[in-house]
DNA sequence: GACTATGTACTAACTGGTACGTCCACGTCA
DNA sequence: TGACGTGGACGTACCAGTTAGTACATAGTC
């Protein structure tokens, strides 16, 4: 790292321009996300987000190169940011049923809170996910939850309280599947069946529903 | 150059026009269909619909108007063909566990039968619902399936084999979401958990490990 | 002075939508 | 039965607005 941060800057005032490639990137980045979580990809217009930026439609090529390279972009850093909160998981001092519980909570509870990354991701399959298979960033994440998950399957296993055997990766997306859903498809859902899922009471209703549903699966009958 | 001068026709293309409106409207809404399911809606082109049509765009705005007007009636035959099965699912001389495990079955088989819907659904959910709920049509159509379920929980509970008590709305949700989730992100989650969402095996698999958890579920402890 | 960062003004191609004219089907009436 | 004419079905050519991307000039920074 050379020059970031320090310096106490004013920035405001497009009076005299400061050269702040650092944040002019983050700016940029920022608004992209929001349009293309909007939007989607060919919904998006470059000009909408140079518009809402503190800089121009030039810059976004300047460092981006292209639309899809901004898209690209968006995805590495949406994607990068919930691994990081994944690998900050702490669940092995819980036994293995309070262990899964927490994690279907953490789950549940990112995923309501992050739905541009919902929606990210939904746009992205719209696309059979060919820019995900383009960024060899996203490609190559190792996904630390399934870790966790394989540890605490493993833990519960061998304590006898988890009668079924089965593949972590399957088992994460028992859980995420409900999660997801319940944010991607609240409006469909939400105006079919009448229902506001984002009140706080069926959220609660459904956070515990999911916990009980993955819970009563491990342990077998 | 103003008027065309061409009157003397190159007669080959203009062999014998016939007038079929009913199946010109059905081909237009057949590609339609794929297109708006394939790109979205700001992606698909309406050049593109009416080049693999037999007939012009010319009559794609003769019959439905606008674009958005064509997809709305897109998404109002997807809807309709579902409700049309579901209603005809006949559940009621299956005793309650294995009626319930026949319609995870059911809704299993379906979605991950028809992609095309899934991702209109998707779509659809990129724009908030906001065509759905323009249309009356889609809006209106309680959905069948719902009061399956609840006769369904209903018998299961008077037998006492279901010591649950749950929201049949809720329930369809949980046995909704990860058939959808399965065909509608199986391009991100396959890229980056390395897995073929659509091989055999592993199809065979989720379909039982999602009755399995539903019934578990239902049974409770 | 050299290299990076930034702003302005522009364009070539695309895209939804339409003006306008023609053709087909079918009922009417001589 | 056959000419006719009327309204719906259809095709061609085109337009006007939009949009991703760029040429060029300039300002900041070490």
Redesign the interface.
Known sequence: MSMAEDKGRTDKAAASRKNDPESTRRDILAVATEEFAT?????ARVDAIAERTRTTKRMIYYYFGSKEGLYIAVLEKVYGDIRAVESDLRLEDLDPEQAIRRLVEFTFDYEEAHPDFI?L??????H???Y??QSSA??N?N?PV?DTIAEILARGHRQGVFR?D?DP??LH??I???C???V??????????R?DLGAPEIRG??RA??G???V??L???
């Open positions: 939007h989607g990809l060919s919904g929606r991701v939904s746009i992205e399959n719209i059979h996910a060919k995900i298979a996203i490609r994440l996904v399934i079924v089965v990766v399957d997306m028992l995420s599947s409900f997801f859903f319940r991607s498809n609240q409006h469909s859902f939400g105006t079919i069946f229902q209703k459904h529903m999911i009980d549903a993955v009563r699966y342990k077998g009958d």
